[in-house]
């Protein structure tokens, strides 16, 4: 059935929205009635982004509940970590679907997330509710859901990347290691001194070392396919560019697997899901190579002297970390072909 919808978007000043955004207008399928600030209701959207003039609605609605349900059928949440936990619940009861960006209903555990997020927790029943829309691995618990968990960035990239390696027994989910690395549009459009171009620019830096908020959810989802609790090493680097996460994962073989036979195994894996692209034997993806596109692109080596596999995955970290794929989920939850509004390549250079 493809019936269109009418799309509202929380957050609508921070990059996730203005992402949801530039997406959304050229969908076929979703129509934008309402883009959503709280700080700034009534301005026009373009004195934030002048780069979406004329493009959509431009007006800034405040944020209200009975308003949004009037005007919308789904709302997307691209909003700080807390705002949705409070939030979801009366979307849904308002009758809305809703696809949250933000950290706030992945993990499954609430003292996880207070522990990892330093913040309440939303109610049990909006964590059970909710569905972690990892859209290639868990595609078929999205169709038909009204809440959606939208991946993390950087667990979009690693799980895509080990997945039907762990899910094969191929490697020992023991000793994965995630070396990972973001560029700054990751950390929103807010200012602080990290963001900062002269702290940024030509400089590299690894921070929230076994610390970050991205390690329960990557082993949530990493349990759950290995059948067993698994922990990983993951750490998180700042790199001087605008865009793009490249994870680089090491683990141990279980077997005496290739590089080809990792292709191959990705390949069946994947087959049928556009927008993962496994490069072939020896060639390994940069971050320019999706940038702006809804794409992950993962790359191969097998060290047969050390038995370790060497996972390269590269994703936009707006796009397919973020907005790109909260629509990708849209589409599975309307039943339309999950490639709608999304088949476009990447900007490049
Ligand atoms: N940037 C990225 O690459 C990714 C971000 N995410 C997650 O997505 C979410 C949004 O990120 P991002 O767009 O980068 O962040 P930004 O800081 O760029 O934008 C967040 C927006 O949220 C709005 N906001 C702030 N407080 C509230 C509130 N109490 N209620 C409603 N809205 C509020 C603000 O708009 P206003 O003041 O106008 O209301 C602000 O523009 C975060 O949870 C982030 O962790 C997830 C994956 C990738
Ligand atoms: C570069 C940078 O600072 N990136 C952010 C990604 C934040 C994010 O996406 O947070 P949630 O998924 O938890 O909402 C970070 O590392 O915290």
Not at 47 to 63: K, R, S, Y
Not at 86 to 94: D, F, G, I
Not at 150 to 168: M, R
Not at 312 to 326: L, P, R, T
Request: proline letters at 5%.
């Amino acid at each position: 059935m493809n019936q269109s919808i009418r799309a509202a978007i929380i957050g609508a000043t921070g990059y996730g929205g203005a992402e949801l955004i530039r997406l959304l207008q050229a969908h076929p399928l979703v129509h934008i009635t309402s883009v959503i600030s709280t700080s700034n209701a009534g301005a026009p959207l373009a004195e934030h982004f002048p780069h979406l003039q004329e493009i959509v609605v431009d007006i800034l609605d405040v944020l209200d509940v009975e308003l949004i349900a009037g005007k919308a059928d789904v709302v997307f949440l691209a909003t700080p970590a807390g705002v949705s936990a409070e939030l979801s619940p009366k979307l849904l009861a308002a009758g809305l679907k809703v696809i949250d960006i933000s950290g706030d209903l992945r993990l499954k555990s609430a003292s996880d997330y207070e522990k990892w997020y330093k913040k309440p927790a939303a109610s049990e029943e909006a964590l059970a509710r909710s569905i972690y829309g990892l859209s290639e691995v868990f595609g078929d618990e999205v169709k038909g859901s009204d809440l959606i968990a939208n991946p993390g960035c950087y667990p979009t990239a690693s799980l895509l990347g080990l997945i039907p390696a762990v899910e094969a027994g191929w490697i020992d989910p023991s000793t994965i290691i995630i070396d990972a690395k973001s560029g700054v549009s990751g950390s929103g459009r807010g200012l602080s001194l990290g963001a900062h171009y002269s702290e940024v620019n030509e400089n590299f830096s690894a921070y929230k070392i076994n610390k970050h908020q991205h390690i329960p959810e990557i082993e949530q989802a990493l349990s759950r396919i290995a059948g067993k609790p698994v922990v990983t090493t993951f750490t998180t680097h700042l790199v001087p560019m605008t865009r793009g996460i490249m994870a680089t994962m090491y683990a141990t073989l279980t077997g005496e697997h290739t590089a080809e036979e990792f292709i191959e195994k990705y390949r069946q894996y994947y087959e049928g899901r556009k927008f993962v692209r496994i490069r072939p034997l020896g060639k390994y993806p940069s971050t320019k190579e999706v940038t702006g596109s809804n794409y992950c692109d993962i790359g191969f080596a097998v060290d047969e002297r050390t038995k370790r596999v060497t996972i390269v995955s590269v994703i936009d970290n707006v796009v397919k970390g973020a907005a790109g794929q909260a629509i990708q989920n849209l589409n599975i939850m309307q039943g339309w072909d999950e490639t709608t509004g999304l088949l476009f390549a990447p900007v490049y250079p």
